[in-house]
């Protein structure tokens, strides 16, 4: 999909009148008085949050946020394959696909050894590995992201929408108050920058900080932000222009010898363009000046770095001027004293780091795509309190490795190429093997969280070793049977908060009553230990909690839906109509189990839990291990 031809418009391309486009501003409402959840801000920490927990119509949840309206323009554009395996749970993942840049190939750049001024390219690789997602990596402005998710919010149940033009004044928490112990306080702004001083509070029962490097939420439960105060300073715009450089559409990573270093990335549309511009090198009086910073400059910068290359900017539609430091939250919540917590932080709250990996918002949204089920899961009463914490448990750690990593990837990126004058320079292999070794990390996929009560241990891992425990679900290829229709088997998760269990039978006659697929449904379908029936709440569909789902290894034209048990088919909804896509065969072409390391004569059991992430690996026959698993940390329906 191509746009932008003519200058940059912001909102829905496939709207062709950019004054169609436009969103009237919002009413300015006033807050309600009480609230289940109140979230502060409305970047994609928030909104992914939002939209999750809009989900459950019985949560009445607030977000709110200092801007008068939603985003336009500008700020982050890097989706990570992990980011479109969630927006595939939302519904959205194939227009994001459609509109965004699909990045297929990086190109390295350096000084070129036969004359170091100019530079010269050094190679060219794969940008996602073979089979590391179903999904791609795309760029598109974090606007549509937001559009989305803001989409998704309003079209549900809850009918969610943000209450803009709030500043956030003060949270307390009052542990003594059981119905609404956490007070929010805000000024209600006439515009972004003008605020009267009508004073707004509301009670909640949690409160989520999704406000950003300097947010108010963090400072009023008294935590700081820890590290690096500073980076070496950076420039960003987004560009369109006229350039004879060769890979102008590929991402590429350009070392220069003297004049820094630079990022391409291309945009979405066909023909705007990132770049990510280093200022250190910047001429003496052209030093990092805020105030007299402009666009002049690093439109200079980047044809001093791409040299022999020119670039003749037409247009530049958003511009930044960033020092963000490597930085981490004291803590991720209010807990102490080993209370439940009440309120969290999330995204750039509780960690900031550069840019340049492309994982502030990718990192951002996994935070809250962890909270949010969990936040769910206690206000309906499907979990005990005790699951809040593992929150902070789990997302710090992936905060702290993600700082280790941006702190050395920054670090390389901005030092100068190694050369027989400065050997202690970095070599652009290493860079670019640095780069091919973490691109796991940097897809999203490379997170795995430890042991817990959401987490198994790996016991049974040997039966599916291609799933490993505490990482996400690594979907694959599988025919459905009740329409022969090729699926991803990954894209059963839906944002509705419910658990998957996997069954993958093993080698066994599935119509024989002593296959063991068929008598762990007979178990989970009648014995009074089901966890299904355990956790279920009465007049609940089925599958509500716990959505059961089987995978065969025969052809999917020799199974007869009469050989499995019929809790496969589960009636549902108001009328009692079948459900006929719990039922999966192998892909011939891409069979799942050599694929996935899934054992072909034992088969096995693979529960995951609602953010995706593999909970636990239990045996066809072990119905005692997971009703155990399910009692320690589900609640009872």
């Not at 009670?203 to 690096?228: E, T």
């Not at 209370?339 to 918002?361: E, I, M």
């Not at 949010?372 to 490795?401: C, D, F, M, N, Q």
Request: charged letters at 25%; hydrophobic letters at 35%; glycine letters at 6%.
């Amino acid at each position: 999909m191509q746009f932008h031809l003519n200058g940059y418009n912001p909102g829905d391309p496939r709207i062709v009148d950019p004054i169609d486009r436009i969103i009237p501003p919002p009413l300015k409402r006033p807050l309600p008085a009480h609230c289940d959840v109140v979230i502060v801000g409305c970047g994609p920490a928030g909104l992914n949050l939002a939209a999750q927990l809009s989900q459950f119509s019985d949560i009445h949840t607030v977000i709110t946020d200092l801007k008068d309206d939603r985003l336009t323009v500008g700020q982050a554009d890097g989706m990570a394959c992990r980011t479109l395996e969630m927006f595939q749970a939302y519904g959205f993942a194939d227009q994001v696909i459609q509109e965004a840049y699909g990045v297929n190939e990086v190109a390295f750049w350096k000084p070129d050894p036969d004359d170091p001024s100019r530079i010269a390219r050094n190679n060219k690789i794969d940008d996602v590995a073979d089979d590391l997602s179903e999904m791609p990596h795309v760029i598109i402005n974090q606007a549509r992201i937001h559009d989305h998710f803001l989409s998704v919010m309003k079209n549900s149940a809850s009918k969610t929408e943000p209450y803009y033009s709030r500043k956030l004044i003060d949270v307390t928490i009052n542990q003594s108050d059981p119905g609404y112990p956490v007070t929010v306080t805000f000024e209600r702004a006439i515009t972004h920058s003008q605020f009267n001083r009508e004073v707004e509070t509301i009670n909640c029962k949690y409160a989520v900080g999704c406000d950003g490097a300097r947010s108010q939420v963090r400072k009023s439960i008294g935590h700081k932000l820890v590290g690096d105060a500073l980076n070496q300073a950076w420039g960003v715009m987004d560009i369109l222009a006229v350039t004879d450089f060769p890979d102008i559409r590929l991402k590429a990573a350009i070392q220069s010898i003297n004049e820094g270093n630079l990022l391409i990335i291309p945009r979405e549309g066909g023909y705007m363009v990132r770049m990510y511009i280093e200022l250190d090198k910047l001429k003496q009086n052209e030093r990092v000046d805020r105030e007299n910073m402009n666009v002049d400059v690093l439109i200079r910068a980047a044809n001093r770095i791409m040299a022999p290359y020119t670039l003749d900017v037409k247009e530049v539609p958003w511009w930044s001027v960033y020092e963000i430091g490597q930085r981490l939250a004291t803590a991720f919540d209010n807990s102490q004293n080993e209370r439940n917590p009440r309120v969290f932080l999330a995204g750039d709250a509780c960690h900031t780091h550069s840019p340049k990996a492309g994982q502030g918002l990718n990192t951002s949204v996994m935070d809250t795509w962890n909270l949010g089920w969990k936040l769910a899961h206690v206000l309906i009463g499907r979990a005990p309190e005790a699951l809040l914490s593992t929150y902070s448990a789990e997302r710090s750690e992936v905060a702290e490795k993600l700082i280790d990593f941006d702190r050395e990837w920054s670090k390389m990126f901005s030092t100068k190429p190694k050369t027989e004058d400065n050997p202690g320079g970095v070599d652009p292999a290493e860079f670019q093997k640095y780069f091919e070794l973490f691109a796991r990390f940097t897809a999203g996929v490379g997170i795995q969280y430890q042991s817990s009560a959401i987490v198994g241990r790996d016991t049974y891992q040997h039966l599916a070793a291609g799933q490993p425990i505490g990482q996400r679900f690594h979907s694959a290829p599988v025919i459905r049977h009740g329409d022969a229709k090729p699926v991803q088997l990954g894209h059963c998760h839906t944002a509705n908060g419910a658990w998957r269990v996997y069954a993958f039978a093993g080698s066994d006659d599935p119509s024989s009553d002593s296959c063991r697929m068929r008598k762990l449904a007979d178990f989970l379908a009648n014995d009074p230990d089901s966890p299904v029936l355990k956790h279920t709440p009465d007049g609940a569909d089925i599958d509500s909690v716990i959505d059961f789902r089987a995978v065969f290894q025969i052809p999917h034209r020799d199974l007869e839906r009469t050989d499995v048990h019929s809790f496969l088919t589960p009636t549902k909804g108001r009328l009692g109509l079948k459900d006929y896509e719990k039922i999966f065969c192998v892909n011939d072409a891409k069979n799942i189990y050599e694929m996935r390391g899934i054992d072909k004569v034992d088969g096995c059991i693979v529960v995951v839990r609602p953010d995706q992430y593999v909970a636990t690996v239990l045996p066809l026959c072990g119905k005692n291990e997971l009703a155990a698993f399910f009692t320690g940390c589900l609640t009872s329906g």
